[in-house]
């Protein structure tokens, strides 16, 4: 059997370190300031610099991959002898799983004895990590790239996608969230809980009044939506809001008994549109 | 009140038919001396017609004369405002020359007032009744028409009107708030102005004419209650073009239960229990021989005993030593409808006791009105109760009609007119000075009130008028399925209500109660399936009700938010996405329910509440009924408060900033508020309202 790479992009929020040793390639997504034309990575910035610049009034834009460069990435693979499993960003905020498509298709003239398979995550963050990390476990278990492809698609409406953002106003200004008239007025103290519908995009589902009533939300979600509640693995990914990820594992670990697995930083890539204070609970449920 | 009219004998309105003394004019009557006079009369009328009956009804009478007498002396302990209110004898005292005046002017109505001199004067002395009025042959009435209705509901409307200010002071707490007087004065007046053109004998008519009108004016809870105990009372008389003492006192018992119904959980103690212990009590009294006039007679005399228990029910009045205010309103009203079967006729003080008295808040609060740089436009609302001197003037032959053709001459809105030898003045003018140096050619002084118009006017901007029954304005056609309708007052607070989509806003608040009609001209233009209402007070609450229950072109659904901060709290949170209305009103309701309100106002008057000493001016802070804190310090009360209601796993205060409080003042509770509680999420909202400098709401 031919061996094949998972691949990934940096939307996925998961540590360079990490993904290495799960033998996971990646592309990084770039992002700016608008107020210079310095482009960088996740692994250029730490986080804490970033969300500190962005609470200072700091407008950060991103830029999405290109096919070209997917082609190269996808290329060298190729040349390894191994078959592509790209896991991307949702199509539904970025056009870089388009340009993955494109560069697979390219490449299927150049090299047809080898498969590119590419999966639309519809998730982003570390739910699109999560899937990469089931789907690596997958292959652990000898699934095929064909199989392991199957079993990421069959994640992907079944993916809980829960977060809450201290501030609507960044995913308004990125346009990634048309908010519904509920979502306008004066939000002093007024907390969406958003998710990620099975077209990844973010549909904001409840407001509630304050910091802690949304925090208790999300974890109210996993409790009504995760497929097996006290097993399973769970990822929190948080825009420098260590203290408050903290408060909803152990919301759920109190509840179910669950340990969550990662808790992990909102990249600069997600987190130019989410803001800082944004908090993100994963987990493998029944639905969207 | 005069010692001499105290020594006389307890006498009331002999009540056997035929018996009626001779009419007096009324304004022949100078003192005691004609007061004497009837009394005797009466006496000896009484005792040679039925004696065991009359002596029995004179004195139950004279029972129940001193049960308003009761009542009015509690309200005028109010009135009084005297520093110390430890005692009725010493705040009667204190105040002599006022209370002279209010019993004189409520006397001047007919009233029976009782003047205790001695705390443990066992029998109550009952001032005699002066008799001034002509009385017409109405004694033997077996059936009540529709016409006699007419004429006792505006006298019953007229007495209430003379008395509101009375009502008003029967406060709970010393906060401004809503007027009871004046929501029950502005319920009937409504009901009046429905009938107000009509010709008609028809018993039922006329009461369901009457009792529309009233339901559609209705304000404050106890307008409600009022308006529901017509309307049952109606519904009692339906097909009957005039109606016997039994089949009257059913259609009461009838109004009674439609009062209780209309109340989610009845209270007792309130306008409820007098309504129901009276009409029962009249009821029970019944007889064949019974007529229309002694079926209301006992009504009121146990209308008075039965508000005279009130304090002995409800501790909140005994603490604040005052009788139900909607039971006073509600004697006011029966008292009128009774006098006027007595053949009296009420006479209308009321531009006198409009222009008497601006809650003394109110008029605080509007100082404003007329700053250093204002341009005198309105006048003077100049008020004087002059007691005319024999030394200066023929008392008996004063002229009071030159009198007005002076105050004519430099102002206008002109009322005066005499009792006895006080003339009373009312008078909008520049000049109030030369008012009181006329005045002082002819007498001295009881009281004067010299209110610069500026400041009035703007609370008369706020006093509603009642409205009279009209046709609805068509309603739009529904467009959308959801629209929302709030009560609420200030810039701040209207704009975040509006934000959240509320459509219409009803305008009012603390102390001015809207309207049943106010609410069905905001959903008239509410294009929708459903409108959710925000009434933002619990006294507003009946009326909104009230008003879901007869507005017929969406579904109302009432969210019994208790004040703007609840209200905005449930607004906030709403999902009107949902397909459910049900579901979304639940979910509103829920979420006021996880959240404690709280509010901090100047107090307007000394009191003793709970154990806490509340000195006028002090800032008293109130969460669900309580008083919790009372301090000098504003921002001290502000911050007791803040503990009292963040007690618990609250997490989240909102704050919102009043007309009078500024930024810095509020940066400076910021800081304090992030030291009572750290980890507490505080946002402050800039709402704008009136009265309350903050309103706080912990979640």
Known sequence: MKDYVIFTDSACDLSPSLLKEWGVGYRNLSFRFNDSETEYSNEDMDVKTFYDKMRAGGIAKTAAVNADAFASD??????????????????????????????????????????????????????????????????????????????????????GIWFTVDDL???????????????????????????????????????????????????????????????????????????????????????????????????????????????????????? | MSEEMNKQQPIDAVEKPGTEAKPVAVKTVTSASAATKKTSTAKKTGASKSKTTTQKMAKSAAEAAAKTAESAKKALKIVAESKTVASIKSAVTE???????????????????????????????????????????????????????????????????????????????????????????????????AIENMDSDNLAEVMRTLSHGMLLGARGNSGVILSQFFAGTAKGLEGKDQADPATFGHALEMGVKQAYASVMTPTEGTVLTVARESVEYAVSRVTPESTIRTLFADLVKEMHASLERTPEILAVLKEADVV?????????????????????????????????????????????????????????CTELLVRLQ??????????????????ASIGDSVVAFQTDSIVKIHVHTFTPEKVLAHCREFGEFLTVKIENMSLQHTSQLEDAKPEPAEEKPESAPASKKYGVVAVCIGEGIEQLYREFGTDEIVQGGQTQNPSTNDF?????????????????????????????????????????????????????????????????????????????AGYISPSIRDAEINGVQIKKGDTIGIVEKQIVVSETDRMAAACGLVKKIMEGDKFMLTVFRGKDADAAEQEALNAAISDICPDAEVYFMDGGQEIYPYIFVAE
């Open chain 1, 169 to 288: 106003v960044y995913l308004k200004r990125g346009g990634r969230v048309s908010p519904t008239a509920a979502f306008v007025g004066n939000l002093l103290g007024i907390k969406p809980v958003l998710y990620m519908d099975d077209a990844g995009h973010l549909i904001p589902m409840v407001k509630v009044r304050g910091r802690k009533t949304s925090i208790t939300t999300l974890a109210d979600k996993y409790t009504e939506m995760a497929a097996t509640k006290e097993e399973g693995t769970v990822y929190i990914s948080h825009g420098d809001c260590l203290k408050d990820a903290q408060a909803l594992a152990d919301i759920l670990k109190e509840r179910h008994g669950i340990e969550v697995s990662i808790i992990t930083d909102v990249g600069p890539v997600i987190g130019a549109h989410s803001g800082p204070g944004t908090l993100a609970l994963f987990f493998v449920g029944t639905k969207r």
């Open chain 2, 95 to 193: 105040t002599k020359n006022a209370a002279v005046a209010k019993i004189e002017e409520y006397s001047k109505g007919k009233s029976k007032i009782k003047k205790t001199t001695n705390a443990k004067n066992a029998k109550p002395k009952t001032v005699a009744k002066p008799k001034r009025t002509k009385k017409k042959n109405s004694g033997g009435i077996k059936y009540l028409g529709g016409m006699l209705l007419m004429k006792m509901a505006r006298g019953g409307a007229m007495l209430l009107r003379s008395n509101a200010e009375e009502v008003n002071k029967l406060n709970v707490f010393p906060v401004p708030d809503g007027d009871t007087g004046d929501n029950m004065r502005m319920t009937i007046e409504s009901g009046i102005a």
């Open chain 2, 324 to 380: 139900d205010s909607g039971g006073a309103g509600l004697l006011y009203i029966m008292d009128g409808f009774n006098r006027v079967l007595n053949g009296e006729e009420i006479v209308d003080t009321s531009a006198a006791v409009s222009a008497s008295a601006p809650a003394p808040a109110v008029s605080a609060v509007l100082f404003d009105a007329f700053g250093s740089d204002s341009e005198m436009t309105y006048g003077y």
């Open chain 1, 74 to 159: 996808f290329e060298k693979i190729i040349a390894e002898g191994k078959d592509v499993l790209y896991l991307g960003f949702s199509s539904g905020l970025s056009t870089t799983f388009n340009s993955a498509r494109i560069a697979a298709e390219q490449l299927k003239e150049k090299y047809p004895d080898s498969k590119i398979l590419i999966v639309d995550t519809l998730a982003a963050s570390a739910g699109q990590g999560l899937m990469v990390y089931l789907t690596v476990e997958e292959k652990k278990k000898g699934a095929t790239v064909e199989e392991a492809a199957e079993f990421a698609k069959g994640l992907v409406p079944r993916m």
């Open chain 2, 520 to 596: 069905l001209d905001a959903f008239a233009k509410v294009p929708a399936e459903h409108i959710f209402v925000f009434p933002n007070n619990g006294n507003i609450l009946m009326a909104a009700q009230q008003a879901a229950e007869l507005y017929d072109k969406a579904t109302i659904h009432v969210i019994p938010s208790k004040n703007i901060g609840t209200g905005y709290v449930a607004l906030s949170t709403a999902d009107f996405s949902e397909e459910d209305p049900e579901a979304i009103a639940l979910g509103m309701t829920e979420a006021m329910k996880r959240v404690t």
């Open chain 2, 390 to 407: 024999s030394k200066k003037t023929d008392v008996h032959a004063f002229d009071v009609d030159a009198l007005k053709v002076f105050l």
